[in-house]
């Protein structure tokens, strides 16, 4: 079967598989196309009154898309009236057919006029899509006038103003408003141009500029009268021409305020809008200031008084926010930004040789280079507090300083004070070092220390320290081992008198364990005045193996011996080789060979004598008193009468022997003879 055949070498049947195939294709496109975005179900639509290009209504319509992004069933349609190019009514008319033909009758969730000149559509929104459309409207003014203002790009005058405020009810709406600081700009210029005597104003063909300038003038002819004002028009004069009349001005006294600069261009029978304010600025030599914000963010001007733009759309942002939420726009107060200060773009002041010195106070500079604090912010940070815990810790440290210096300072007053005392008090100490031998029994000892009531007595210091006691007090020196034996074996304190002949000097003597290990302590008191022996008596009971001891129970501590209370000694008989006498509750154990030895008698005890040092009495020969006067150039009461007064009772004897008893000192020089046992 022959099919029959076009051209191209197709038949029939081929074309029109083909042709459905196409058909197939295609279908779902058409749908998506010709469906218009008013039958999604929920939409916000932005009506801007400027063009694409617009900076400031572009960081707006940026900011809202970035939020609605984040929510689903939601989308965002924008329209631009690009009201540049509205000379007529009838172009206001054929934007509004448009708007009517691409939704159709669906309602947007929410409106949003950018510039004054959009909200002149909110009679068309009521009639297409019904009334209390919740609406935003940011603009440059707080007021809006007839159609035919915008329209013919001319100022609105004061009569025909309607405030916004007015219409909130009505329509539903909200403004969040965004001044031009006309007035604070001014100033401003003529804080950083001194000598300023004009003003040029640089602006386009949009209706808010006429609106500018008509106010600018006003202000000129009230506040300064003096100032001559020149405007430049992108419809009348083109980029270089700005540019050459911009390079011969007189920067010294001349102000350049630049607001916007967007100009039609004829592109094959098309006609656009352009804008490149950043050639201007750029190849500007005189410096320029800004109205808007964004021109002193996103360019190269020196700077104006401005509010700030991230904070405003943040506010628009919340407003959006809380409309979603359910909350109606007529209930939202009116925004106005407060925190407009002197803004200042910190290389474009360096470029054109302006110094930030006379800038204001709270002036805010962008790009300004951080220094060296805010560049390191962080670790001066970190520094500062281990600063501070460093100086904490000192503050701290010099407190346990101080508290451990006035401790050792104390302990050092406290070591002074006792060494004073060891070496001031009227008694001999000898700290001695026992060695033992083999069987751990006392083999002889090592002075280890002595005070200067010792030196001043028998030797000096060098002389004795180091040396045995064996090498110094020969004489009887296994009987004095024997005693230290008692005392480190039973722990005991031994206490007994011993008369020193080369002196003439009875001692009390008492031998104690010491602190320190294999260590004993002896003091010996001098106790001559108390002491009642006759001198034969004496010489006799002083021999090595016949002197007096007196022992004391270990549980009692030892202290000075008193007289009986009785006021009579009552001498004990008992062991013929033994005989002791009662003091107080202390016994007194005199210890004599078989043939006998001296017997003591409560006759012979001495009332303490409480005369001032150096005019003391004791048993001491005339002969021997002289010697030693003239040796030592001291002496006791030397060439008077000696009274020797005896004690009656034993009461008269209680007190302290060793803190009442006047001694005579003696010098290094006194003979050496036999071993004091102490």
Known sequence: MNLLKKPFGLTLQALLWVMIFGCLLAHPFTNATSSPPGDKRDYVLI???YNESSSWGWEIITDITARIEQIENLEVYVEHMNTLLMDQQSDLDNFRTNLSREYGKNPPRMLIYIGAPAFIMRDFAEKEWGKGIPSIICAEEDFIGPDKYYVSKRAIPHSERIPLRELSGEYN????????YLEQTIELMRRMIPEMNRLVFVRDGRYINQQYEDELKKLLDTDYPGMRFTSYKASNMSVDQLLDSLNVTDTRHTGVLFSSWHYTRNIAGNTEITANPFKIIASSTAPLFALWPSSVKNSGVVGGFTYDVSVYNRQIIKTFNTILEGRQPRDIPFYTPTDAHPTFNYPAMLRNKISPEICPPDSVFIDK???????????IILCGGFFLLFILF???????????????RRESESQIKYANLFNRMPIIYIQERVIFDEKHYPADTEFSDINAYFERTFLPRNQ???????????????E???????????????TYPFYYKPLDIFFEVVLSRSYLTDHIDIFCLDGTAETGLDQPQALAGARRGQHRSVEMRPEQPHHPLRHQQTGQSRLRRGDPAKRSFAFGKRRMLFLEDTQGGPRPHTAGLRRPDSRPYGQGLRRVPRDLQRKRTLAHGMGRSAGRRRVVRRAGTAQDARRNVAGHHRTQTHGAGAPLGPRPVC
């Open 173 to 180: 709406l909200t403004l969040l408003y965004a001044p031009i």
């Open 47 to 49: 009506i801007n009154s």
């Open 464 to 478: 004795v320290v180091g040396k045995r006691g064996s090498e110094l007090f020969a004489d009887s020196f296994s």
């Open 394 to 408: 000192q503050q701290w440290r010099i407190r346990v300083m101080r508290k451990v210096e006035a401790a050792r």
């Open 480 to 494: 004095f081992l024997r005693l230290v034996n008692i005392v480190l074996t039973e722990n005991r304190t031994v």
């Open 369 to 379: 280079p951080e220094t060296f604090a805010e560049r390191n912010r962080t670790a």
